[in-house]
């Protein structure tokens, strides 16, 4: 039974940094890639970052890049998100998710894009006060 256990989140002001980590308890294979989504209220769900476990490809949505930064411990399972120059506009719930495959860049974009993951965590709020 695979589970996601995000921990990370709060409240910081505008300009100032948070990070959010995902354990990943269950996975029987060791290739796999795992994404951040975030919500906001009102808002569909957005795929903010994904990486993937062996080859460490990466996929950053515009509105993060150069901000964010997702990283994966392979031999702990567990992948992080540090979160840099927090806006209001990040304000939402953020959710990690993985599935067990290795994807490659272009994977990783259409996987994030339609939300497909196959595990999903329980949301962590972040709130950023201007």
């Known amino acids: 039974d695979v589970q996601l256990q995000a921990s990370g989140g709060g409240t910081v002001q505008a300009g100032g940094s948070l990070r959010l980590s995902c354990q990943v308890v269950?996975?029987?294979?060791?290739?796999?890639?795992v994404a951040w989504f975030r919500q906001a209220p009102g808002k569909e769900r957005e795929g903010v970052a994904a990486?993937?476990?062996?080859?460490?490809?990466?996929y950053y949505a515009a509105s993060v890049k150069g901000r964010f930064a997702i990283s994966a411990d392979r031999a702990r399972k567990t992948f992080y998100l540090e979160m840099n120059n927090l806006q209001s506009e990040d304000t939402a719930v953020y959710y990690c998710?993985?599935?067990?495959?290795?994807?490659?860049?272009?994977?990783?974009?259409?996987?994030?894009?339609?939300?497909?993951?196959?595990?999903w965590g329980r949301g962590t709020q972040v709130t950023v006060s201007s």
């Open positions: 998710a993985a599935t067990e495959a290795e994807l490659s860049p272009s994977l990783l974009e259409k996987w994030v894009t339609v939300a497909a993951a196959a595990y």
């Open positions: 990486i993937s476990s062996r080859e460490g490809s990466l």
């Open positions: 269950g996975f029987v294979f060791d290739d796999w890639s």
